[in-house]
């Protein structure tokens, strides 16, 4: 980060990742006036593990006027800092900076070529939509090679600034996403633009296009309803990024994409490694649920996410019965599954050493069967309690599972297994925990589950088929499908699922080999799911909700990321509220009725987790709006950040803060309710009011 004088706020900054050698410039060019100034370059996630430190080293910094040549190539190993050479070129200058709007001098031989201009377009919406109550702007930031990145890009309605400008990295992304509430704009034709300042302060307007604002609600919900809709469902709420990719790819582009998208990619494998860094210790149950939050609340791909929630309460293991190791790395393997052939996942549990652990599998062998995970495979995770099966086949399945354990091996302290996730002194007493078919502990013989015969053999390939014969057939029942089905949607849609939307899904599943990007396509196709009344956010789904619009909140105002809400806040208000992440302890996962997280407990979990995260929910609404509404009102002018000036400011700000907390305006009695709040007049009372809005019905239903 890049610091100038004593301003707390940064003025540059870059991220940097791997052990190479760099030469990144770090943010945009500044302006700097007259006289002395003290420019400050600080490493923010400074890291230290056991006996390593994991600061960068930084051998040098560079200052460099606009329109300066690099630098030159340092010699061989000279201040090289990597392996570079005389005959690699280097990046450009660290830093660029502004010394005034005049273009500076190139190498003194007269003024140099403006930088090339912004070039700005509207996604969407399209030209003449309809708009009314909350909608959204989706506009496009490109340039050519070398042009300045916007300093922050704001929303004009018929040439005025709204007020919501986007800053720093978020300026800079090529797309961007602007709330548009329609309340106080006359209904009928205006024209909406984007506009972005360079660091030089030189302005640059989109083509300007029309929308009509509506005196009433449309008869059908338009793409902008329908997306919010998708990302309350399938997501974690209306994130500034995922609701751009909806409007812009299509409802089905996007759903396409996002479920098909690799676990592997340079974005998420970044999660990943911040996330075990941040929290190294496996063998610890709470750093191995702080982690996965970790990863959730930073991915870029949050269907994926919520999918891969959704996969491991269904196959619920205990951490404090697996221990955080075999946990950790059981919700790894479904991360890299995502959203799969049922039969898959079913594999991935059943080799997970977590779930032999939790369901006493380990403990099962020839002539001392251990039913419990027989039981559990057929009631839980494939047939379904109603699903036809009897005892007699959970025995016979318990015979045929013989042999299928796990193994205690030692491993060597300080050794990096995967991602460098490093065992130490915690690591109990440095043994690891796998996945193991003994054929000596499988008697062999012959059994008959759920109409399927199982032959007697004394090879030991062939019991290991066996084993995975039952998991195929299991997860091929029709009776899987169903009940698969229903946990779906009734985690997707509502409690409980209409039979005609489970009969679909189930038919979806059979007719492609169980494959759950299919059910999830037929889902969304689904009329139930788009008539489905409002469902009650669950502990998990609200302070996901919270933490990820919160830290899209400071991205898009330029913040510090680590000033987000952070892993720890939640899986601390999970516990409390009930719903503490892997700590299920009877093997049916949590419940998806609304009932179970509308107590009076679970809603002051929801109060108190709130007065936590103040200081980050208040970033929802640009910093010059958390002001007296007196000062809303007076400051109002285009030369500054403040919004324009409106019939009625209060209102200005309850409907921004709604609108990035849920996608909605609020209703008529929560909108009066958070009138009469925020009209006490005070400095705080902004920021109470946000905290109001969050505890409203609203935010606690998707």
């Known amino acids: 980060m890049l610091y100038r004088d004593a301003s707390e706020n940064p003025v540059g900054s870059v991220r940097l990742t791997g052990s190479k050698y760099h030469r990144l410039p770090v943010g945009t060019p500044i302006h700097l006036d007259a006289g002395p100034q003290v420019l400050s370059v600080v490493y923010r996630n400074d890291f230290n593990h056991g006996k390593e430190d994991r600061n960068l080293y930084l051998d040098r910094y560079e200052l460099a006027r606009v329109g300066d040549s690099p630098a030159p190539t340092p010699e061989p190993g000279k201040n090289s800092g990597g392996p570079q050479t005389a005959h690699t070129p280097l990046p450009p200058p660290a830093t660029t ?37 909350a909608d ?11 042009a300045s990145r916007p300093a922050w890009v704001d929303l004009l309605v018929d040439g005025q600034p709204q007020g919501v400008r986007l800053l720093g990295p978020a300026a800079a992304m090529d797309t961007l996403e602007f709330p548009l509430v329609a309340r106080q704009i006359a209904p009928g034709i205006h024209r909406i633009a984007v506009r972005a300042i360079d660091p030089a302060g030189r302005a640059t307007d989109s083509p300007a296009q029309t929308v009509r604002v509506l005196d009433h609600p449309p008869f059908m919900p338009g793409p902008y309803e329908r997306a919010v809709f998708l990302l309350d469902r399938l997501a974690f709420g209306p994130e500034p ?12 582009a996007w759903l396409n994409n996002r479920l098909a998208s690799s676990y592997e990619t340079p974005a998420e494998q970044a999660v990943l490694r911040v996330a075990c860094q941040k929290f190294p210790r496996i063998d ?3 750093q191995a649920s702080t982690r996965a939050l970790a990863q959730w609340i930073n991915s870029d791909n949050p269907v994926r996410s919520r999918f891969t929630a959704w996969t491991e309460n269904h196959f619920s ?8 190791a075999p946990k950790w790395h059981e919700h790894l393997d479904f991360c890299y599954m995502g959203v799969a052939p049922f039969a898959d996942l079913l594999s991935i549990s059943a080799h997970s050493p977590a779930m032999l652990a939790y369901l006493d599998q380990e403990k099962s062998y020839a002539n001392k069967l251990n039913e419990n995970y027989a039981r559990e495979i057929m009631e839980l995770h494939t047939l379904g309690v109603h699903g036809g099966y009897k005892q007699t086949d959970v025995t016979s399945l318990a015979g045929v599972l013989n042999g299928w354990t796990t193994a205690t091996e030692a491993v060597l302290p300080q050794v990096d297994g995967p991602l460098g996730l490093v065992y ?6 440095g043994v690891w925990r796998d996945f193991r078919f003994d054929p000596f502990l499988n008697d062999g013989q012959g059994r008959r589950v759920f109409g399927m015969n199982f032959v007697a053999s004394k090879d030991p390939a062939q019991r290991y088929d066996n084993i995975r014969l039952a998991m195929e057939m299991l997860a091929a029942h029709p009776s899987t499908a169903e009940h698969v089905s229903r946990k779906l949607a009734e985690h997707y849609v509502g409690v409980p699922a209409s039979d005609a939307l489970v009969r679909s899904l189930a038919q979806a599943y059979l007719e492609n080999g169980g494959d759950l990007r299919a059910v999830m396509r037929a889902m969304v196709a689904h009329k139930d799911f788009w008539s489905a009344p409002m469902k009650m956010a669950t502990p998990f789904d609200f302070g996901m909700r919270v933490a990820r619009v919160c830290r899209s909140a400071v991205v898009q105002l330029g913040a510090d990321p680590n000033t987000a809400p952070n ?51 208040a970033r929802l609404v640009p910093g010059h709006w958390r002001t007296p509404p007196a000062t809303i009102q007076s400051t109002a002018n285009e030369t500054t950040a403040g919004p324009p000036v409106t019939a009625d400011p209060l209102q200005r700000f309850i409907d921004l803060a709604a609108v990035r907390l849920t996608g909605h305006l609020l209703d008529n009695g929560s909108n009066q309710a958070a009138l009469e709040v925020l009209g006490q007049g005070s400095a705080d009372q902004m920021r109470e009011t946000i905290l109001f809005i969050a505890l409203l019905p609203e935010t606690s239903l998707r």
């Open 567 to 617: 892993p720890d806040q939640i899986e601390g208000f999970l516990k409390k509220s009930g719903m503490g992440l892997f700590d299920r302890v009877t093997p049916d996962g949590y419940p998806e009725n609304n009932g179970n997280y509308a107590d009076s407990n679970a809603l002051l979990q929801r109060w108190r987790f709130m007065q936590t995260l103040g200081e980050h929910l």
């Open 241 to 252: 990024r995922e609701l751009a990719a909806v409007l812009t790819l299509g409802e089905s």
């Open 424 to 429: 130490n002194g915690g690591n109990e007493a």
């Open 284 to 286: 610890e149950e709470q």
């Open 136 to 146: 959204a702007v989706v506009a496009r930031v490109s340039g050519a090679v070398g």
């Open 97 to 133: 900076i502004l010394n005034s709007p005049t273009p500076a001098l190139a190498n003194g031989n007269g003024p140099a070529a403006p930088d090339a201009p912004v070039r700005l377009s509207i996604l969407y919406p399209a030209e003449g939509a309809p708009v009314f109550g």
């Open 317 to 324: 293991t205990w951490v404090s019965k697996t221990k955080g």
